[in-house]
């Protein structure tokens, strides 16, 4: 079992930055996939970006490319997202996710466990 605690949303202007975290504890961090997604809503949760078991290469979603930034910290057994130049579409609730199979892996169902996700509003 892997327990994923999210921190970090909250309001911001057009333009800012916020930087979320997701804590993992339970098994050893390194043994998984780690991701973000977002819901915003009225529409379905998708990928916005992850990074593979022990930092084996990175992959975005084309809305985030270039403004948004995938990190982990094995040794606090913690995965960031910074995300700047915000936009008001990037609101919604924000969910880190971790997977024990394979990378890539950008959809929903591929996912063994979820954090309770934290709300980012951007304000126009």
């Known amino acids: 079992q892997v327990q994923l605690v999210e921190s970090g949303g909250g309001l911001v202007q057009a333009g800012g930055s916020l930087r979320l975290s997701c804590a993992a504890s339970?098994?050893?961090?390194?043994?998984?996939?780690m991701a973000w997604f977002r819901q915003a809503p009225g529409k379905e949760r998708e990928f916005v970006t992850g990074?593979?078991?022990?930092?084996?290469?990175?992959y975005y979603a084309d809305s985030v490319k270039g403004r948004f930034t995938i990190s982990g910290d094995n040794a606090k057994n913690t995965v960031y997202l910074q995300m700047n130049s915000l936009k008001p579409e990037d609101t919604a609730v924000y969910y880190c996710a971790a997977r024990g199979g394979s990378w890539p892996a950008p959809r929903v169902n591929e996912y063994d466990y979820w954090g309770q996700g934290t709300q980012v509003t951007v304000s126009s």
């Open positions: 339970g098994r050893t961090f390194s043994n998984y996939a």
């Open positions: 990074i593979g078991r022990r930092g084996s290469g990175t």
